[in-house]
């Protein structure tokens, strides 16, 4: 297991290599450094803010997720948020289980119910990203196609995956007890107490996904999913504002660069460097016609923003959880 994490971990750190190399690969540091010294400072306030503003709408989302087996306020759902991603910067995809464990540390719920949630919640990113993908082609006509010919079959195979797991788990969720003794019959010959251990974790988790099976939420979801993705826009909006080269961009722009560089927040890499630099970057200057030099700035600056702020909100979280966890 610690051999398997080690090799991950190495492979994370070899693709981040990687994607940097194509990211600076032919930049003046000169150049890049005179685009970056040129940064807006107010316009870096309005970005925290918003990213601030983003934190509580997932928080509330997420919130909606655990009403029906938990009262979860927004204040603790925003913490256990700003852990998952100040771990995820450090070891990626890592955070998931943190924040389950976070409010299992503060508030004694469930892990595995927690964790349905948090499946749910990353099912139902992946939903809106397609959605943005395809909001974003409109926006560009051929152009985006053009630059990212890729773009749109993956992300139509990602929606039709992600839909069929959606609904997988509702099905789950709605004949829990079906569901639950056939994986009983399946498990008993080998070791009835292994059976029964498995089918208690899954029961609890199948507890997570009640929310799936009660539409009265689905409108709040949806705005607060909505909501959401307009935040990240206008976090990319913020950071083009920060620059002269890029202050003439709209909100379609933002939407665009958003939607992109997302993508290279999917691929597992430390801090989610090398993907999002390459991709934010390249889309700026292939789709916009911004000198590539400012574009890595915009881009390096905007992760680099994203980083600090969450290791110092998560990080101090996380060690305080922690302390009082061992006491």
Known sequence: MILKRALQFLLSLGLMALFLYWAFKGIDPAALWEALAQISLPWVLVLLLVTCVTLLLRAWRWQLLMRPFAVVSIWDATLALTVCYAANIAIPRSGEALRALSLNWARGLPVSSVVATVVVERILDLIWLVIFVGISLLLLRGSLAQAFPMLAPLSLLALVGCL????????????????????????????????????TMLETFTHGLEALHSPAVYAEIA???????????????????????????????????????????????????????????????????????????CATATHALATCFYLATGGPVLWLQWRRRRR
């Open 223 to 297: 705005l607060s999913s909505f909501l959401l993705n307009l935040g990240y826009a206008l976090i990319i909006y913020s950071a083009f504002s920060c620059f002269a080269d890029t202050a003439g961009l709209g909100l379609g722009a933002a939407i665009v660069i958003m939607t992109i560089s997302s993508i290279g927040v999917i691929i597992p890499t430390v801090a989610s460097a090398g993907p999002y630099h390459f991709l934010f970057s390249q889309a700026l200057h292939l789709l916009y016609a911004i000198p590539e030099s400012s574009a890595l700035a």
């Open 164 to 199: 069929l797991l959606l609904g997988g788990l509702v099905l789950v969720s709605l004949y829990r007890e079906r569901a639950l003794a056939l994986v009983a019959a399946a498990l008993n010959p080998l070791s009835p107490r292994f059976a029964t251990a498995v089918c």
